[in-house]
């Protein structure tokens, strides 16, 4: 391998270098320098995140600047307010020894006057998010007509959040015969278009393969009963005691909910999504670094631009609808050369999608069983055993020890260590000695494939398609409606103006309830029970509109609502696996007193994670 030396940087960086402690160039940096350096070229490089990426980019660009012109000469768009400070603070570092450089990171939640009053000072490079870069030009606060290099960094996660349009319209005030330079963890087709619109025939360059996961991360899943999620996302947790983790959730509404679920048990956990300000997001996202919070709940959204190199476990306590997105997630953990964990918690009706993930990916998962409670017993008192054997001994509690001593005086040291170690157990026995098995039995498919099954009832509700429901968010407004886990309301087929859903028979009478003289926006809902079985699946299930007809008021039951445009049921309240509370250990991830402030609100709104 190179040293940076030979990658041919100057002594300013080269010094920089030093101080911060890099020894050798990673694979991206020892590929990507060399040719940024030597040539003014457009450049496409594909590696993941955690791998080195801002520097690949960063030492070309300072030691290609002018820094004794005043004049904007490089841009940088990322997709986050928080990528875009990280990357501000590390181009800061690498250029600490280049006299007059002036880099400002300009980004939404703060002043735009002062960002403004930074650049015409005369900023050499600037960081930037997409929206607000492109509200200042359009203010004409910032002129980059004479920018010589340009870096989209994150491209596929901008891409995805929407940007296109946006960085259209940015590039569209840069010059033609500039160099970009794109950075991206995956290589999907907009990346592809964005390419050939905006680049000349550009140098690829690939660290290991296209969309696949590190090394360092090792994929493991579980099979679990949907009403069994959340009890196995806490064994998954009790069973690794160091964990220091993102939990991913679909929606905002779930990371809300499971982190409250979470703060409730006592752990160490707090929310991140779109519905907290810019401040509680800093917030959490300083706890979190702190090691304050262990469990991070976050939606794809939020975590992006997430830069924290310890993270110990990724869980996936829902897949993302995007399969691709899978590998933005698994690339939170195991980085800067250490390994990681990525683990999948999915149900039967999930199962095939591992194996799409697998091609994806280019990585086989390993199935594992939630572990038992008594194998979690056993962990958490080895856990607190290296607890006590690391912990440095405190010696202001030298004076009272005689006293101490005296009182146990009559023990020996097998029995003292009995009573030391009865005192956490016997809680954590508690808790666990009556665990069930949350395993699922093996198998694929989908859960309540049996179309024909007596313990299934199927309803005609009258809203659908003009009600703006596909049958995604019709899924999600029923489930949360009526209180129920995601997959126990299935078979959901959405028509223009009526829809059909099934649940268990067991809940036909709380179905039936809830909807009683319901009300969405003014208009009158009703549910009535179907014969139609929906035999053919989410969209092309059941008959049409002559199923309500077949099920006349007359032998049918029929339910309405009384809610005013507001949400009955609501989320769950669940108490532990025995019924008591749940035990805290000694460890870190049982300091209560550690918990940070519940941050944010789980408001109801429809898919928007």
């Known amino acids: 391998m190179s040293t940076f030396k030979e990658l041919g940087l100057n002594e300013q960086l080269l010094q920089a270098i030093t101080d911060m402690g890099f020894e050798t160039p990673s694979e991206v940096q020892e590929k990507t320098i060399p040719i940024l350096l030597s040539k003014e070229t457009d450049l496409v490089s594909l590696a993941q995140t955690g791998t080195g990426k801002t520097a690949a980019f960063g030492f070309p660009m300072l030691q290609k600047i002018d820094a004794q012109s005043r004049t904007t000469q490089g841009l940088i768009l990322s997709p986050t307010r928080e990528l875009c400070l990280q990357i501000t603070n590390e181009m800061n570092s690498y250029g600490k020894y280049i006299k007059g450089l002036n880099i400002v990171a300009v980004y939404g939640g703060a002043s735009i006057t002062e960002q403004a009053k930074q650049i015409k000072k005369g900023a050499q490079v600037i ?10 030009i359009g203010r004409r606060m910032i002129d980059i007509s004479k920018i010589e290099y340009c870096v989209l960094d994150e491209a596929d996660e901008m891409l ?46 690939t660290v290991g393969s296209k969309n696949v996961s590190t090394e360092a991360v090792s994929h493991e899943y579980y099979l679990v009963n949907t009403r069994d999620r959340y ?3 806490k064994r998954l947790c009790d069973a690794n005691p160091d964990i220091f983790s993102v939990i991913f959730c679909r929606t905002k509404r779930d990371t809300q909910k499971v982190a409250e679920q979470l703060i409730t048990d006592g752990y160490n956990a707090a929310a991140l999504h779109g519905d907290l300000s810019q401040n509680q997001r800093d917030l959490v996202m300083k706890s979190f670094r702190n090691r304050q919070i262990q469990m991070l709940v976050a939606t794809d959204v939020a975590a992006r631009g997430i830069d924290v190199d310890d993270i110990t476990h990724v869980i996936n306590y829902q897949l993302p609808d995007e399969i691709e997105t899978y590998t933005h997630r698994s690339g939170r953990t195991g980085r800067a050369g250490k390994s990681g964990v990525s683990m999948v918690i999915v149900s039967k009706s999930e199962v095939r999608k591992i194996s799409a993930i697998e091609k994806i990916i280019q990585k086989k998962f390993e199935k594992k069983d939630i572990p038992g409670g008594m194998e979690i017993c056993e962990v958490q008192l080895f856990h607190l055993a290296n607890s006590i054997k690391n912990t440095k001994i405190n010696h202001e509690i030298d004076m009272y020890l005689p006293n101490i001593n005296e009182v146990l005086i009559d023990f020996s040291k097998e029995e003292l260590i009995k009573k030391v170690f009865s005192v956490e157990f016997t809680r954590f026995y508690n808790y666990y000695k009556n665990a069930k098995d949350l395993n699922a039995p093996g198998g694929s498919g989908r859960d309540h494939d049996d179309s024909d099954s007596k313990d299934s009832t199927r309803y005609f509700i009258n809203i659908g398609g003009k009600d703006d429901f596909d ?26 103006s009526f829809s059909f859903f099934n649940t268990d028979t067991k809940h036909e009478e709380m179905v039936l309830g809830i909807f009683n003289d319901f009300k969405l926006d003014g208009r009158n809902i009703s549910v009535e029970v179907s014969k139609d079985r929906g035999g053919r699946g989410r969209s092309g299930g059941g008959r ?17 609502f009384k809610s005013e445009g507001g949400s009955k049921g609501g989320f769950k309240k669940r108490g532990s696996e025995s019924g008591g509370d749940r035990p805290k250990f000694s460890g870190k991830s ?6 940070p402030q519940n941050t944010g609100t789980g408001g109801r709104r429809r898919r928007k994670g």
């Not at 569209?172 to 278009?193: I, Q, R, Y």
């Open 160 to 205: 995805n959040m929407g940007f296109y349009e946006d960085i259209t319209e940015i590039l569209s005030h840069s010059p033609e015969d500039k160099s970009t330079w794109l950075f991206s963890a995956t290589m999907p087709k907009e990346v592809s278009t964005i390419a050939k619109k905006f680049m000349h025939t550009p140098v690829e360059i």
């Open 590 to 595: 049982r300091r209560k007193n550690e918990k």
């Open 231 to 233: 009890a196995a996302l």
């Open 544 to 560: 049409g509109r002559s199923d309500r007809s077949r099920s006349t008021r007359g032998d049918s039951k029929r339910g309405s």
């Open 471 to 496: 049958w995604m968010t019709l899924k999600d407004f029923l489930r949360d409606l009526l209180g129920l886990e995601k997959d126990d309301v299935y078979k959901v087929d959405v028509k223009d």
């Open 127 to 136: 960081v930037a998010t997409p929206g607000r870069m492109k509200d200042m």
